[in-house]
Every structure is written in structure tokens, then in C-alpha cells.
């Protein structure tokens, strides 16, 4: 690969750049007529809005656009640092997305070598089709589900009231939001997460384990020191994609599921954005707040990627 | 090879075997037990509390005013159009994006992929997404539905992948022949690519089929609201009053509401979600096998 771009590099190099920029040009005329709705559609969608973050320094009105409105600096940073809702919704944040990890990150790995560990085949088939399926229920349905399952007459309760809990609607409890939250996703997400696994499980070459075997190793030998060490480049990778996700907790599924009485746990930053801007059309201090979360979230992603490199070699770009 | 199991590791096959069996039931009853609701008398299922394994009396009732109500069915029919006009133009942009950056020799080539990373890391946010949205013209439009979600960059990496596995040298030879760009990715790519085009197809029919957020910020206009907008005011705002004719006025009438109330939210679930559960056995496979193409890096 690399010594055929040498090669070419060297007999182009004689002409001059814009020479050979005609000549890309009109060599792969339809590949670039063909990457025009591409580029259009990331102006538009993609560096446009980057652009449009300017209006967090800004007093935005529609009127004004974001060129006319006028420059504030910080001002939205210092209201949103200042306010009650810094402290609130960071903390909502950082607890709903560490517990999260905590217990959502080794759920599909312990699923995956559940799974990898059964020898009946219809049986494996059967547990992967049906913990895959609640990947593909909408969000709007399994929120319905769980405001149904937990409300005080719903399924819940009556399972629970069968060991001497006394029935409550869990959702206006403000201290049972992140449990609903967290482990409604584990119970959505943990199938479809271990696919990953399984893929890499399968690859694991089973010469490895035959000569395991005649050394007299156990089955539990062989999953600390084959299985789990040929895995743990996957584990890793993964790691550090959702470390980079941490202090990002999607709104949709907040939204679906908060209400007035549960914010003191359930209000994160970007249910808030979604709050003050969309429905309070408070469109510059909104972007501010969601431009503290992203630069968060970025900075995680690339010191998640620099220790791991570091202890590993293994990285992301 | 011959090889005897210990006792200590049939007994872990025989505890695994009943986990993995729970945790089947946990994912799988939620959803059977809201189709034997729908399936119930409302007046007992109203009285009834608890686990259900079958049908409290039996009646379609349910379903029979849920196919009767006009949001229901236009919100049935605006998700068919978004889901079909929506994969098309996302099938369409992201095929041709995807040919443009398989092919390495262009000059534009690492221009093209700094373009394409950029926004994996970086995005505008919520708020200057909408608000680009809005300078477009496109709020309460259909098309606020479809442009702004037309490309998945995680799925052009997937068909990526898949177009750089054709064969170079089929490429050349076509061009050789005088066939243009256009002819060698409708007529030699593509099809080799089915496979791969048909996973992702379906990553953007269930994305388009389940999503609900677009619509209820872009979206004004009720005759334009996808099914899950409609359900998401069934099941999480609990306004099923339009469902009914007329309001109540005797205890009974009101009785009979509350009753029909619930009985509809369980159907309208089944509605909406059916349709996936009954291909999704089908086409499990494929979207197994897109996960492991996301996976591969290069």
C-alpha cells in the first residue's frame, strides 16, 4: 500500500499542484459530483451548527442572526456556574453515567461468556434472539412499560407487595430514578452489547484451549488465562468508548421518564439544555450548557484514549 | 477428544443454564405480558392485578378502536412515509459517500475523511442543530424528518468496509471498458454489497421506525406526528381522552373509559411494535453480522 503511494508520488511530483488538481478533477469528475450531497449535507448539519456555537458568547435573537447579535463573552457560563442548576445537573450527570458504567459495562461481558460457556446450540441460539430483542423496542414503548410497570398498581408492585414491600410509585421517588434508569437500560442494551464479545470470543483460536485441556486445566483456569486475556483488547477499546461517553447522559430517555418531583435526581445537563432551550427558547445560555457538557465529554474521550495507549497500545485513532 | 466433565462443572452448566433461562423470561415476559393484556376483557383486567399468562377473558376490542382512531392511523401511515422515503435517501447519500471515500486515490481523499471524522468527535449540540434546522424552513415540514438524519457515519464506515472488499481489479477492468463512476456503483458494487447494503438498510428503517425526538421538536402539525409521537402522548402524558367519543357523564360511562383506556395503551404498544418483533427473527442475523463489520477497523 505504502510503497504504491510512494511510487506515485514520485512520478506526479513533477507537475505543478494545480496541473494535477485538473487532472483529479477531471479524471474522477462523477466520484466528486458524487461526494457533493456528502459534502452539502455535513455543511448543513454538522459544521454549520459547530459554527453556530458562537451564540453561547452571543445574546442570540433570530432576529439579529448570530453575526448580528451581540457579543456577551462568558456572561451565559457565569449565569449557568452561579445558578442552582450547575451543581444539580452536573452531579445528576456524573452519578446516572458512572453508575451506569459501573453497572452496565461488565453486564454484556459476564452475558457474552455466559453464553460462550453453553454447549446446547438451540439453546444459545434462542438466549441470544431473545436478549437481542429489546434493542430494537422504541424508547417511547419501553418508558411506557416502565411508568406502567412501576406505577403503584402496575406489575411491580405486585410482585414486591408479595415479599412485604408496600406499594409506591417508584417514579415520583426521587431516590429510585437513577435504579429505574440504570437498570431499565442494562435490561435493553446488555444483549445487543454482548455481541461484540461473542465476536471476539469466536475468534479465539481453540488450539489454545485443546492444549489447556491435555495440561489439566479447569474451566475456570482456562477462562482466567485464555479466554479473558484474548478478549481484553475488545474490553478495552469498549472502555474507553464509553469512558469518552460519560458525562453524557441522553436526554430522550430522561425526558421520557422525569417529571417535577424526581428532578433533584433526574435533571442532567442535557434534559436541561432540552429544557431551557427548546421549550424555554433560551437558545444562548442553552448552547453554553451543552457546549460545557461536549467539551467534557471530549476531554474524557481523549485522556481515556492517552492512558490507555500508555498502559496498553491500544487506541482509538 | 474424549473428555469427562467434573461434577463441579456440570453443576455450573445445570446454575448457567438457569440463569441464562431468567434472564430469557425477564427480557421476553415484559413484552408478552402487555400482548395477553391487549388481548383481555377490560373490565377484568381493570380488577386484575399481577402476573398474566394468558388472556383475561378474550376480545379484540382493543385493537378494533385502535385501527378505528384517525391519529393512530395517520400516525401509522406519516411513519410508513418517513420510514420508506427516509431509507431511501439515506440508503442513496450514504452508498454514493461511501463509494467516494473507498476510492483512495482521489486527491481529496484525506480532505474527505478529516471532513467525515470531525463530526464522530465534535457536533454542533442540540440547541445550533435546531436552530439550523429552523433557518432552513424546515420546521413542521415532513422533510425535518429526513434531511437532517439522512447520514449515519457509523454506517458509511459499515459500507465502507464492504465496498473496499470488491475486488480493485474489477473496478479497473470496467473502467478499461469505458464505464463511468455512476455505472460501476450501481452496476458492479452495489450488487456485489447486498449483504452489507441490506444490514444497513435495516439500521436506518428500525432508527427511522422508533424515533420520536425529531418529531415532536420540528414537528407542529398532528397530521404530521409518526406513531411514536402519538404513542409517546398514549403511554408517558396518558391522553387517551380523544380515544373516546364522548366524555364521560354516569359513574358507569366513566367506568367503561377508564377501562378502554387501558386496554387501548396495551394495543397501541402491540401495534407499534409488532412489526419489528415479526421480522426480527429474520433479519437478526444480518444485524449481527453489521455489528462485526462496525467493529473490524479497516
Known amino acids: ?317 | 477428544m474424549v473428555y469427562k466433565k467434573s461434577v463441579s462443572e456440570k453443576t455450573f452448566d445445570v446454575v448457567n443454564f438457569i440463569f441464562l433461562s431468567i434472564l430469557v423470561i425477564v427480557c421476553a415476559y415484559p413484552l408478552y405480558y402487555v400482548l395477553m393484556c391487549s388481548l383481555s376483557d377490560p373490565y377484568q383486567l381493570m380488577k386484575h392485578k399481577g402476573i398474566l399468562l394468558k388472556p383475561l377473558g378474550f376480545t379484540l376490542n382493543g385493537y378494533k378502536l385502535v385501527f378505528k382512531n384517525p391519529s393512530i392511523r395517520t400516525g401509522f401511515f406519516n411513519t410508513l412515509f418517513y420510514v420508506t422515503v427516509g431509507t431511501f435517501v439515506n440508503m442513496l447519500l450514504t452508498a454514493m459517500s461511501a463509494y467516494v471515500i473507498s476510492r483512495k486515490n482521489l486527491m481529496w481523499h484525506k480532505f474527505l475523511m478529516i471532513m467525515i471524522t470531525i463530526p464522530m468527535f465534535f457536533s454542533g449540540g442540540l440547541i445550533p442543530f435546531y436552530l439550523q434546522v429552523q433557518r432552513l424552513g424546515l420546521i413542521n415540514t415532513r422533510w425535518a424528518l429526513i434531511f437532517p438524519s439522512a447520514l449515519s457515519i457509523w454506517n458509511l464506515i459499515i459500507l465502507r468496509t464492504a465496498f473496499n472488499s470488491v475486488p480493485e481489479s474489477l473496478i479497473e477492468s470496467a473502467k478499461l471498458d469505458g464505464a463511468n463512476d455512476f455505472t460501476i456503483l450501481f452496476k458492479i458494487i452495489i450488487p456485489l454489497s447486498k449483504a452489507t447494503l441490506a444490514v444497513i438498510a435495516l439500521f436506518y428503517a428500525v432508527g427511522h421506525w422508533n424515533s420520536w425526538f425529531n418529531a415532536m421538536i420540528f414537528l407542529r402539525d398532528r397530521d404530521k406526528f409518526p406513531l411514536q409521537l402519538i404513542l409517546r402522548e398514549i403511554l408517558i402524558s396518558n391522553e387517551t381522552r380523544e380515544m373516546m367519543n364522548n366524555l364521560p357523564r354516569t359513574s358507569a360511562q366513566f367506568i367503561q373509559a377508564e377501562a378502554y383506556k387501558t386496554l387501548i395503551k396495551y394495543c397501541t404498544i402491540i401495534v407499534s411494535t409488532l412489526p419489528i418483533v415479526c421480522v426480527y427473527p429474520f433479519i437478526q442475523k444480518y444485524f449481527v453480522k453489521g455489528v462485526m463489520l462496525g467493529s473490524t477497523k479497516e
Not at chain 1, 499542484?17 to 466528486?32: P, V
Not at chain 1, 432540552?274 to 437558545?283: D, E, F, Q, V
Open chain 1, 1 to 317: 500500500m505504502n510503497g504504491v503511494e510512494i511510487t506515485k508520488a514520485v512520478t506526479v511530483k513533477e507537475e505543478s499542484f494545480s496541473k494535477r488538481l485538473k487532472k483529479d478533477f477531471s479524471i474522477n469528475k462523477y466520484i466528486y459530483l458524487m461526494a457533493l450531497p456528502m459534502i452539502i449535507y455535513f455543511i448543513l448539519f454538522s459544521y454549520i451548527p459547530m459554527y453556530g456555537i458562537i451564540i453561547a458568547f452571543k445574546d442570540f435573537s433570530p432576529r439579529l442572526g448570530i453575526l448580528g447579535s451581540k457579543w456577551v463573552g462568558f456572561k451565559h457560563f457565569y449565569n449557568f456556574f452561579k445558578s442552582i442548576y450547575f451543581g444539580r445537573t452536573f452531579k445528576n450527570t456524573a452519578l446516572i453515567s458512572i453508575y451506569s458504567l459501573l453497572w452496565g459495562f461488565p453486564a454484556p461481558i459476564i452475558l457474552a461468556l455466559l453464553i460462550n460457556e453453553v454447549r446446547i446450540n438451540k439453546f444459545k441460539k434462542a438466549v441470544q434472539t431473545i436478549t437481542y430483542l429489546p434493542h430494537f423496542i422504541s424508547l417511547v414503548v419501553i418508558c411506557g412499560l416502565i411508568i406502567d410497570f412501576t406505577a403503584t398498581d402496575g406489575l411491580l408492585n405486585v410482585i414486591l407487595s408479595k415479599f412485604g414491600v408496600t406499594p409506591v410509585n417508584w417514579l415520583t421517588k426521587p431516590e429510585w430514578f437513577r435504579t429505574i434508569y440504570i437498570s431499565s437500560g442494562i435490561w435493553q442494551s446488555m444483549g445487543w452489547d454482548s455481541i461484540i464479545y461473542l465476536a471476539a470470543l469466536t475468534n479465539i483460536n481453540p488450539s489454545l484451549y485443546e492444549a489447556a485441556m491435555i495440561d489439566g486445566a479447569s474451566r475456570w483456569q482456562q477462562l482466567i488465562h485464555i479466554t479473558l486475556p484474548s478478549i481484553a483488547p475488545t474490553i478495552v477499546i469498549m472502555l474507553i468508548l464509553n469512558i469518552g461517553g460519560l458525562m453524557s447522559v441522553g436526554y430522550e430517555k430522561i425526558i421520557l421518564l422525569y417529571n417535577p418531583l424526581t428532578y433533584t435526581t433526574s435533571d442532567v445537563i442535557s434534559s436541561y439544555v432540552y429544557r431551557k432551550g427548546i421549550l424555554g427558547a433560551n437558545y444562548s445560555f442553552s448552547t453554553a450548557v451543552g457546549l460545557i457538557e461536549s467539551a467534557i465529554g471530549f476531554t474524557l474521550v481523549y485522556f481515556a484514549n492517552k492512558f490507555s495507549k500508555k498502559i496498553s497500545e491500544i487506541s482509538l485513532w
